[in-house]
């Protein structure tokens, strides 16, 4: 049985061939080995798997009867329900036996794949795109080879919902699916997350691309666009803040690690920016040093507001004044210059 | 579970911990601005509000407090003029030049107050110009409106440019435009913006300790009456500064919160009637 996957992925296995390969091993195999010896939990895909079946067959999303069977996910327009649908059907499938259809694509270009339990038993990936449609055999490859080091706790087949799915699924949908958080597989992600979802967004833009632009080389040229937005922390922020936080968690990421490995990072322009704003007018302070300092508490505020308020001498007192700036202006000039600065 | 629990219980003690260091001065200076005694020392023996009496006969205090509010009140409406048309105009041109103006008026944030109070008073004393409540007016201008700029500028990020178009294709002019479509829509943020720059004007003893002539703000008198020791006469004065001062940036939140969305989704609910 062949999975073709629908996106053209030409531009995908480019980036495969020029991205750095993990340095954590790969621990996909190893996971199912554990399942196949019977140190996982199938327990919980099974029952899973009954309780889906039956909701299926009863919203009418699963023909029943044994032998063909028919899944039609995006029946009712929520194309986000569909990957827990397909999850649901797969699992079901698997613990039932059987073979299933699944239609799914866009209506011009509507594909049909056939999963044959009984004639083809080895495990499926299944890989969720962001429209709810299946990613398979190239991006699959490429996703468990370069960032995700995918642990299954337990399950019949490698059901992955992807990382992508996380990034892009809206907050309901990854709720509905933590609820059933022993059935979805656990991907632990190798490298940081942050570089993670770069990647991922790259490579959907790169599938997009392939997809809108067939000049080969205005393609090259808008993927480089891309990367420049892409290689800067703060679009990735404005791109994917809430996605990347809901993504590392479902990654199994815990609550101190998110912060610090995601939260901070992306929020370093709003910190630094903070701290800039408390540095300018702590450096210029007079009247706090004046009031709560002691005799020793003579801060630059002190004597610049001397030279003018008291000695009268003003050219001192401007130099002074200029040197303050200078600091100030340099100060800032480093955060511009590393990209880290952002009003409001 | 219980590891996040106690991490949620760390957070819940820093968060009060770092409220209570903000707000515990504040809390001392109402206690003791309502102490019966002369002098500010625990334990409070009775309550009373003598001191607040004592203020409200005092001359040079009202005098101060009537200053302030003409500089206040002269900063905002010169802070709104300049930075409202500035704000609005860098957003209809966009690009590069509109993120340099805007970037442009933001830059007095940037710099000590100390710094920009200096530096117009040597530039008055260039001029030979009296330094008077304007000097003082010009200098909280400066201040105010970079924060004018900042939440103008916010609230322009949501302004949905279909609505201009929308006005210019049924015949609106420019200044129609401008008066029907733009200021209603920009009218609570232009409020919170003015409410802000009259906090911060109030408020601001760094830049009128050098523009100030022989007519003091109230905070300048505040500082005078320091150099004679705390009173609690000076404790009631500090108490209805930050009264006022709360209840002012109260009002500019929210002014800002009601204020209803201006993009023009098809979504939006206020449209049918």
Redesign the interface.
């Known amino acids: 049985m062949t999975l073709r996957d629908p996106i053209p992925y030409d531009h995908v296995a480019e980036l495969v061939a020029t991205a750095e390969p993990s340095k954590q091993p790969l621990v996909l195999h190893d996971a199912w080995r554990d399942y196949a010896a019977g140190t996982a939990r199938p327990y919980a895909w099974k029952t899973f798997a009954l309780y889906a079946r039956r909701n299926l067959v009863r919203s009418g999303h699963w023909t029943a009867g044994r032998g063909r069977e028919k899944l039609t996910p995006w029946q009712e327009g929520a194309r986000a329900s569909s990957r827990v649908l397909v999850l649901g059907a797969y699992a079901a499938l698997r613990v039932c036996g059987g073979a299933l259809e699944i239609e799914h694509g866009p209506h011009e270009k509507r594909q049909t794949i056939h999963i044959d339990i009984d004639a083809d038993p080895k495990p499926h990936t299944l890989l969720f795109g962001s429209h709810g449609e299946f990613l398979t055999g190239e991006a699959i490859r490429w996703c468990a080879r370069y960032w995700i080091n995918l642990l299954l706790p337990g399950g019949p087949g490698r059901i992955i919902t992807m990382v992508e799915s996380a990034l892009e699924t809206n907050t309901n949908t990854m709720t509905r699916m933590r609820d059933i958080d022993p059935m979805i597989i656990r991907a632990q992600c190798a490298a940081d997350p942050v570089k993670m979802a770069r990647e991922i967004v790259r490579a959907k833009i790169g599938a997009e691309l392939n997809a809108t632009i067939p000049d080969a080389d205005a393609r090259k040229r808008e993927c480089e666009q891309w990367d420049i937005k892409l290689n800067s922390a703060r679009s990735v922020a404005e791109i994917m803040i809430g996605r990347l936080i809901e993504a590392a968690g479902d990654l199994g990421a815990s609550q101190w690690r998110i912060f610090l490995t995601v939260v901070l990072p992306l929020s370093m322009p709003g910190v630094i920016t903070g701290a800039i704003f408390v540095f300018v007018p702590a450096v210029g302070a007079f009247v706090t040093p004046e009031l709560l300092g002691g005799p020793d508490a003579n801060m630059i505020g002190n004597v610049i507001a001397d030279q003018f308020g008291g000695t009268f001498e003003y050219p001192f007192g401007s130099a002074l004044a200029v040197l303050v700036i200078a600091l100030v202006a340099i100060l800032v000039a480093i955060a511009l210059r590393r990209g880290r600065l952002s009003f409001a | 579970m219980t590891s996040?629990r106690a991490?949620s219980a760390v957070l819940a003690a820093w968060y009060w911990l770092v409220i209570g260091f903000l707000f515990a001065p504040l809390v001392v200076v109402v206690l003791f601005s309502l102490n019966d005694a002369e002098v500010s020392i625990l334990p409070i023996r009775a309550l009373s509000s003598r001191w607040y009496a004592v203020l409200m006969k005092d001359q040079t205090v009202l005098h101060a407090l009537g200053n302030s509010i003409i500089v206040a009140v002269g900063a905002v409406i010169a802070s709104v003029l300049l930075g409202a048309p500035l704000a609005i105009g860098a957003h209809r041109h966009g690009g590069k030049v509109g993120r340099a103006l805007v970037g442009f008026a933001?830059a007095p944030?940037?710099?000590?107050?100390?710094?920009l109070?200096?530096?117009l008073?040597?530039l008055l004393?260039v001029l030979n110009a009296q330094l008077s409540l304007l000097s003082v007016t010009l200098g909280h201008t400066l201040i105010c409106l970079p924060y004018v700029v900042?939440v103008l500028?916010?609230r322009l990020a949501g302004y949905d440019p279909r609505l201009d178009e929308a006005a210019l294709d049924l015949g609106a002019g420019p200044l129609m435009l401008l008066w029907t479509i733009t200021l209603p829509l920009l009218a609570p943020a232009i409020t919170a913006a003015a409410l802000l720059a009259f906090t911060l004007s109030f408020d601001d003893?760094?830049v009128a300790?050098?523009l100030t002539g022989r007519e003091n703000t109230l905070p300048m008198t505040i500082?005078a009456m320091?150099r004679y020791g705390i009173t609690p006469e000076l404790n009631a004065l500090a108490a209805l500064t930050i009264l006022v001062s709360a209840l002012t940036a109260l009002l500019a939140e929210i002014t800002l919160r009601n204020a209803r969305s201006i993009s023009a989704h098809p979504n939006l609910k206020e449209t049918s009637s």
């Open positions: 996040a991490a933001l944030m940037m710099i000590p107050a100390l710094i109070g200096v530096s008073l040597t004393n900042l500028d916010a003893v760094v300790f050098f500082w320091l």
